[in-house]
């Protein structure tokens, strides 16, 4: 693997939802080069096992560390759950940025708050999951919302569908008005976001992920001298294993819902 501070940071997902953390770092990091692919393909992952999972995600991020990535952000919590700890025993010089719910925002956003957590079935049932909800046990309660179906929707590349709004009113009507926050515990989720506190409510607070996973690897990249300091816009390349979906993912980078 060779790569240096003008060696573009790559971004992987299992389809487009993974922009919503491209966004973050481009934002960011303006001036880096980024290599987007999303496995649309195998999509959706929060369906499938675990060590399908790992194969798929281990299997993607090698392939483009082998390009000269200088970092992997793994932007998928299933994802993440489980191959990342995987990834960095065995490379463990290299950077991977991983995704996980922003419960720790969201517990500490006012006094013992009542928090929806909105993720895929798998990234609930992981002990990594209630490990890390433990942590804050007393600080807020935590109600877990499984929305599988969210994730095709948003794969359609059709937001704020009229179907994908039955489907959230479906299944987050019984919360409306009656919690403070909502987790966005899955990175395909944020493009639902006005849709999702249009029943919810205006007033609950959201928190994801993403945000916190760009500055983190700002941080690392500055730490082993990898960040580009060349004034210039950078480039974006976009992939993904379902060649069908390369100009939604174009689209969807530029959404401004």
């Known amino acids: 693997m060779k790569y240096n501070n003008q060696s573009p940071i790559a971004v992987v997902d299992s389809g487009l939802g993974g ?36 194969n798929l995600t281990v299997k993607a991020c090698e392939s483009l560390m082998e390009r000269g990535a200088k970092a992997v952000v793994i932007a998928c919590n299933t ?38 957590v909105l993720a895929t079935p798998l990234t609930l049932k992981e002990e990594k999951f209630d490990n890390l909800m433990a942590r804050f046990e007393g600080k807020a309660e935590f109600i877990k919302l499984p929305a599988p179906e969210l994730v095709k929707f948003i794969e359609s590349g059709n937001l704020d569908s009229e179907e994908e709004i039955a489907y959230l009113e479906e299944i987050l009507a019984p919360y409306a008005g009656k919690v403070d926050a909502v987790v966005l515990g899955c990175t395909h989720f944020p493009f639902a976001r006005k849709s999702i506190l249009k029943i919810l409510g205006e007033n609950v607070l959201v928190f994801e992920g993403s945000k916190g996973a760009a500055k983190y690897c700002k941080l690392c990249l500055e730490e082993k001298g990898l960040l580009n300091y060349e004034d210039r816009e950078g480039v974006i390349s976009f992939e993904n294993s379902d060649g069908n979906k390369i100009e939604a993912s174009k689209r969807m980078f530029y959404y401004k819902g």
């Open 79 to 116: 994802a993440t759950s489980a191959a990342a700890a995987y990834l960095r025993e065995k490379y463990p010089d290299f950077i991977f940025i991983g995704l996980e719910p922003a419960l720790k925002p969201a517990a500490l956003s006012g006094e013992y708050p009542r928090v929806l």
């Open 19 to 54: 922009i919503t953390v491209l966004r973050k770092l481009y934002k960011l990091m303006p001036n880096e080069d980024y290599i987007y692919f999303g496995d649309s393909a195998n999509a959706p992952y929060g369906i499938k096992t675990k060590e399908e999972i790992k």
